[in-house]
């Protein structure tokens, strides 16, 4: 538990998260009324569905040909799919997790002021500071438990069976991580049992998400992103070894 913890504490952006949500726990314990309660479960439901579409539409994005584009996705998700046991890989970056939750913030705030509810940033800061990202930081634990070659609870079970599959059968369902967030897949469509994965043939190309090995994007980060997270030059380049007989992959 001490390693999984520090582990967790060593990435800046879930310090920042802690940050966060500290100040939101303290504007709502300042301003306390018992409505603020109420607000918090919808932040939870909120951050499930923000977690979804984030990582359906944002981080599954098709590989953009520029080479800037493509290495900005890498670094937030690409590489943890070529690289699913890298530590370093594993949390969403503090330059994206920051701004999304202070846009958030900006969002609600502006939506509660509009609906003329009463102490509208109050409300705001009780739904994202506090429902929000707490729920993103319990993302953030499950997921990087998913990855660890660790004893879990069954519910970090239930979510490190469900994310494996993502990974390792067919990237295009599964996108929730953190338990309950199943719901917005069955809503949208995308969730699949591990019963029905067994019965499909492995998607090809299913680490580098459809792309050849070898595409020169991916050889390019690898080569500078990849070795600035701790990956190391060998499993970089047995991640960039092409199969005999294969097809050619996504191109964009």
Not at 61 to 76: G, T
Not at 120 to 134: D, N
Not at 188 to 212: K, Q, V
Request: proline residues 6%; glycine residues 6%.
């Amino acid at each position: 538990m001490k390693k999984r913890i520090g582990l967790l504490l060593s990435h800046h952006g879930v310090v920042a998260m802690l940050v966060l949500f500290a100040i939101g726990a303290g504007i709502v314990a300042t301003h306390f009324t018992w409505t603020l309660l109420t607000v918090i479960p919808l932040g939870i439901a909120a951050q499930m569905t923000n977690e979804y579409l984030i990582h359906r539409f944002v981080f599954h994005l098709p590989p953009p040909r520029s080479q800037f584009w493509f290495d900005v996705l890498y670094e937030a998700h690409y590489g943890h799919h070529d690289f699913p046991s890298a530590e370093r890989l594993l949390f969403v970056p503090v330059w994206f997790a920051i701004p999304m939750a202070l846009l958030n913030l900006c969002v609600f705030w502006g939506v509660m002021t509009l609906l003329g509810v009463p102490s509208p940033f109050v409300h705001a800061s009780a739904l994202v500071l506090v429902g929000g990202v707490a729920t993103f930081l319990a993302y953030e634990w499950f997921h990087m438990v998913s990855h660890l070659p660790v004893k879990r609870s069954w519910i970090e079970q239930k979510a490190a069976s469900s994310h494996a599959q993502h990974h390792f059968r067919d990237f295009t369902k599964n996108y929730h991580v953190t338990p309950g967030g199943e719901v917005v897949d069955h809503l949208f469509g995308t969730a699949i049992s591990a019963d029905e994965l067994r019965e499909r043939s492995r998607a090809e190309f299913m680490t580098t998400l459809g792309l050849r090995p070898d595409d020169p994007r991916l050889l390019s980060a690898r080569a500078r992103i990849a070795r600035r997270m701790g990956v190391e030059v060998d499993a970089i380049a047995r991640q960039s070894r092409v199969p005999d007989r294969v097809g050619q992959g996504r191109t964009a």
